[in-house]
């Protein structure tokens, strides 16, 4: 794993500030540092490295290729590679080392940008092709690694680099703020798609690459992959687990491949308890296993972990997580260059902290909600979806009327669930997402009205953003739901969690359930009814679990890497979050309202999700913008 940075500027580039975006990085890679420049000075690349693959000088990066004229710096690993090399090894190609970095220019130099249909893993890359005088940019299918870039029109400079932090090295680049980027943020807890919370700077999306070139200026961006649709003929069970089974303990198996200690996490739940016996399977030695827990037992899944753990016979390592354990959020903030209110951001740091004292590498279980269907919200859904289909239309209106009478302090949960009743079925999905934060009557009580007036009709954006991937895959209602956090939280929120949380602490994961095999299996062969049966949510996964985890697992109940933010801002933590808050003078907001959440939390109103919301984007503003 490691972090990536290039410049093209056809009026030429200071090498002393390519520097300085690589090491803004160190953290990404600390093995090693690496800086390439073209004879012009118009064209450089920087690279940071965490030696993974070939710990040998020869895997060091930029690396070109024998000619000079391909250069590349890459972050993230191609699982593949051995079989790659072996293919190009037949075509005449000669390679000097052992990395997976190397296959990776004579791919290209073989088979053009065509070259990343051929990639397993996860990655993002930039590679300069003096020949053509083009830089051509990557990212893996799911997002797994991240790839920023920054376009100045007017001079034709271009930049790109792993994080946000290292591009705002560069001179006189624009930090003006992102309106829409921070009304998305409210609604979800992230920056979502292409956008960044600075207006000069955007991502570049998962299964997208991009083409840059020198002469002229001019981008093409493109997308090179996607899940395929639901077969006609779909496989019995039977057939769909031995296939999965399959799979999945081939995809375990190449992401085993290291030149160093590797390990996986473990929090006893469905997803990575499989991981973890497949790994027990595979491995001759015992399997180094890491997880966290809390106090409070209702958040607490130390047991589960260690039966799973006990029944493998893996080397196991835990830590307990408490209240003062907060106190990492502002470096946390610090890392992750954008607000980010999902606050199992802590327990990920936490976790990757313990496993980087023992091993470099480390398998989770990320993937399986999305791919296999394992999020409560998918019945929820299904719940919508028959209310719909047996209730008729008057009377859904009549009982959202008469919800609008019921107090809210009485049967609040009762009163929101009938309210829905009168919204489209794909409105009424986005809006269980956006509940948890703020949904577009909260966001119009928080903003002020300049900020709402400038955002006028694309102040519901970030809705319409969400309900718009649900359309395409209409035809199964729990594949739309299932496809919409695929195309959106999982590579905005669950790969940035595990990226920047892993990176903090130098320690590559690896998720075998998004390999990207398996995501095509899942959406082309098994069916929403297969995902989510009756009440079971994952249920060909943990049909398949049942087979290989212990008996005394209770694999039915429904884990989550959660954090007990409630308990903590409703008591030791309480003075703290309405000190930083209250204190915050933000021009964004009205005031009044953040207080009326204080005074709410503080009387049994669980408001935590929006708070810690609001608080990390004012410990994020007080880093990035200045206290304001």
């Known amino acids: 794993m490691c972090g990536i940075a290039g410049i093209a500027d056809r009026r030429g580039l200071d090498p002393e500030m390519l520097i300085g975006m690589r090491d803004t990085m160190i953290h990404r890679g600390p093995d090693d540092a690496g800086l390439w420049m073209s004879r012009d000075k118009t064209v450089g690349l920087a690279h940071r490295r965490l030696s993974i693959i070939d710990l040998s000088d020869a895997g060091r990066q930029p690396m070109s290729d024998r000619e000079g004229k391909i250069w590349i710096t890459f972050n993230g690993e191609i699982y593949n590679f051995q079989e790659i090399h072996e293919?190009?090894?037949?075509?005449?190609?000669?390679?000097k080392s052992r990395s997976d970095t190397e296959v990776i220019i004579n791919a290209y130099k073989e088979w053009g940008t065509d070259c990343i249909s051929k990639f397993n893993g996860m990655f993002a890359f930039g590679i300069y092709d003096d020949n053509r005088k083009i830089?051509?940019?990557?990212?893996?299918?799911?997002?797994?690694?991240?790839?920023?870039?920054?376009?100045?029109?007017?001079?034709?400079?271009?930049?790109?680099?792993?994080e946000i932090k290292a591009l705002l090295r560069i001179k006189d680049i624009s930090r003006e703020f992102d309106l829409q980027a921070l009304n998305s943020y409210l609604t979800f807890g992230y920056v979502p798609g292409e956008m960044?919370?600075?207006?000069?700077?955007?991502?570049?999306?998962?299964?997208?690459?991009?083409?840059?070139?020198?002469?002229?200026?001019?981008?093409?961006i493109w997308s090179y992959w996607d899940v395929p649709r639901l077969a006609e003929k779909i496989p019995s069970e039977e057939e769909l687990l031995e296939t999965l089974e399959t799979l999945l303990t081939d995809a375990v198996r190449i992401r085993m491949i290291s030149d160093v200690p590797l390990g996986a996490f473990l929090s006893g739940g469905v997803d990575s308890s499989l991981v973890v016996a497949l790994m027990s399977k595979i491995s001759s030695r015992p399997v180094k296993t890491f997880s966290i827990g809390?106090?409070?037992n209702a958040h607490n899944e130390l047991p589960y972990a260690r039966i799973v753990a006990d029944h493998f016979g893996t080397e196991h390592h835990e830590?307990?997580?408490?209240?003062?354990?907060?106190?990492?959020?502002?470096?946390?903030?610090?890392?992750?260059?954008?607000?980010?209110?999902?606050?199992?951001?802590i327990p990920a740091y936490y976790v990757s902290k313990v496993t980087r004292e023992h091993v470099a590498v480390a398998l989770s279980g990320d993937g399986g909600d999305e791919i296999f269907g394992g999020y409560t919200v998918y019945l929820a859904g299904l719940f919508d979806y028959?209310?719909?289909?047996?209730?008729?239309?008057?009377?859904?209106?009549?009982?959202?009327?008469?919800?609008?009478?019921?107090?809210?302090?009485?049967?609040?949960?009762?009163?929101?669930?009938?309210?829905?009743?009168?919204?489209?079925?794909?409105?009424?999905?986005?809006?269980?997402?956006?509940?948890?934060?703020?949904?577009?009557?909260?966001?119009?009580?928080?903003?002020?009205?300049?900020?709402?007036?400038?955002?006028?009709?694309?102040?519901?954006?970030?809705?319409?953003?969400?309900?718009?991937?649900?359309?395409?895959?209409?035809?199964?209602?729990?594949?739309?739901?299932?496809?919409?956090?695929?195309?959106?939280?999982?590579?905005?929120?669950?790969?940035?969690?595990?990226?920047?949380?892993?990176?903090?602490?130098?320690?590559?994961?690896?998720?075998?359930?998004?390999?990207?095999?398996?995501?095509?299996?899942?959406?082309g062969n098994i069916p929403g009814n297969l995902k989510v049966k009756q009440l079971t949510t994952k249920y060909i996964l943990k049909k398949l679990a049942k087979k290989l985890l212990p008996e005394e697992l209770d694999i039915k109940r429904k884990w989550g890497f959660s954090v007990?933010?409630?308990?903590?801002?409703?008591?030791?933590?309480?003075?703290?979050?309405?000190?930083?808050?209250?204190?915050?003078?933000?021009?964004?907001?009205?005031?009044?309202?953040?207080?009326?959440?204080?005074?709410?939390?503080?009387?049994?109103i669980d408001h935590s999700a929006r708070l810690f919301n609001l608080l990390v984007f004012s410990l994020w503003k007080r880093e990035y913008l200045g206290s304001g």
């Open 319 to 345: 830590l307990i997580v408490k209240p003062d354990a907060f106190s990492v959020l502002p470096d946390l903030v610090r890392q992750f260059d954008e607000p980010f209110a999902d606050s199992s951001m």
């Open 196 to 220: 960044s919370i600075f207006q000069a700077i955007r991502k570049l999306l998962p299964a997208h690459a991009m083409i840059y070139n020198l002469d002229n200026g001019e981008h093409k």
């Open 135 to 162: 830089l051509f940019l990557a990212r893996d299918r799911i997002g797994k690694k991240p790839l920023y870039y920054t376009l100045d029109k007017r001079s034709g400079g271009f930049a790109f680099s792993s």
């Open 564 to 604: 007990p933010i409630s308990d903590w801002f409703s008591g030791p933590l309480k003075s703290h979050v309405r000190e930083v808050l209250m204190g915050d003078k933000s021009e964004y907001f009205n005031h009044s309202t953040i207080k009326q959440l204080l005074d709410e939390q503080e009387h049994g």
């Open 87 to 95: 293919q190009l090894t037949k075509k005449g190609y000669a390679f």
């Open 386 to 523: 028959y209310a719909r289909m047996l209730v008729p239309s008057f009377l859904r209106e009549g009982l959202a009327g008469a919800a609008k009478h019921i107090p809210d302090d009485t049967a609040g949960r009762i009163k929101k669930q009938m309210l829905l009743l009168k919204l489209d079925l794909h409105d009424v999905f986005v809006e269980r997402y956006t509940r948890a934060f703020f949904d577009e009557p909260g966001r119009r009580n928080l903003l002020n009205k300049d900020i709402t007036r400038s955002l006028e009709s694309a102040f519901t954006a970030p809705e319409l953003s969400r309900r718009s991937f649900l359309g395409l895959r209409n035809k199964d209602f729990i594949t739309s739901m299932t496809y919409a956090d695929l195309k959106t939280y999982l590579p905005d929120d669950v790969m940035v969690k595990v990226d920047r949380a892993g990176m903090m602490v130098s320690l590559e994961t690896r998720a075998p359930l998004l390999d990207y095999r398996i995501a095509e299996f899942s959406f």
């Open 294 to 296: 809390f106090e409070n």
